[in-house]
């Protein structure tokens, strides 16, 4: 069964960036067709899609966030990582990683959740 | 593509059926998932293709639709299903949520 789970600082001051790392077990990081994504959820708000990669390297962003992002993989250690630059504490939020799976899996219902990780962002 | 979820909130009580749509801004076939989510915890996969309930998933819960009108039906709520329930469209990029309705009881 494969398990996601995010790392990484869960306090920021503004104008920092946020770097966030998911690693993968339970599976191959590089053998699914489907892609690895990464969202978030504003305390008492709803869930926002940020950026989703490929494994073949192609990758597409949230528009109102895609100045600020960057995403890579590093299959070597079965981790992708998230960066949001300048964040604000509007950034503050719950970061999950997730990918599509379970039953009809091709129409891309994420089924594999990372517990979440709650980033703060405070001076 | 806009996600637009009704209603917000809705109180019930335990073996009510509840429904909960969820439109589309544009075409989206059958594209179409639900989520469950309680508090603290990641959003859980209940419903993907529109009508395709995953492993595990009582089968009290039920989706319908296609195209830009989708019915999330819970035929009889049990204490468990208290949460908040999204869509999420999955047709294309950017992927796109609904706003959530929070179940709550009555």
């Known amino acids: 069964q494969l398990q996601l789970q995010e790392s990484g600082p869960g306090l920021l001051k503004p104008s920092e960036t946020l770097s966030l790392t998911c690693t993968v077990s339970g599976g191959s990081i590089s053998s699914s067709s489907d892609y690895w994504g990464w969202f978030r959820q504003p305390p008492g708000k709803g869930l926002e899609w940020i950026v989703s990669?490929?494994?073949?390297?192609?990758?597409y962003y949230n528009p109102s966030l895609k100045s600020r992002v960057t995403i890579s993989v590093d299959s070597s250690k079965s981790q992708f990582s998230l960066k949001l630059s300048s964040v604000t504490a509007a950034d503050t939020a719950v970061y999950y990683c997730?990918?599509?799976?379970?039953?009809?899996?091709?129409?891309?219902?994420?089924?594999?959740w990372g517990q979440g990780i709650l980033v703060t962002v405070s001076s | 593509i806009q996600m637009t979820q009704s209603p917000s909130s809705v109180s019930a009580s335990v073996g009510d059926r509840v429904a909960i749509t969820c439109r589309a801004s544009?075409?989206?076939?059958?594209?179409l998932a639900w989520y469950q989510q309680k508090p603290g915890k990641a959003p859980k996969l209940l419903i993907s293709a529109a009508s395709s309930l995953q492993s595990g998933v009582p089968s009290r819960f039920s989706g319908s639709g296609s195209g830009t009108d989708f019915t999330l039906t819970i035929s009889s709520l049990q204490p468990e299903d208290f949460a908040t329930y999204y869509c999420q469209q999955a047709k294309s990029f950017p992927l796109t949520f609904g706003g959530g309705t929070k179940v709550e009881i009555k």
């Open positions: 544009q075409d989206i076939s059958r594209w």
């Open positions: 990669v490929y494994y073949s390297g192609s990758t």
């Open positions: 997730a990918r599509p799976g379970g039953q009809r899996a091709n129409y891309g219902g994420l089924y594999y």
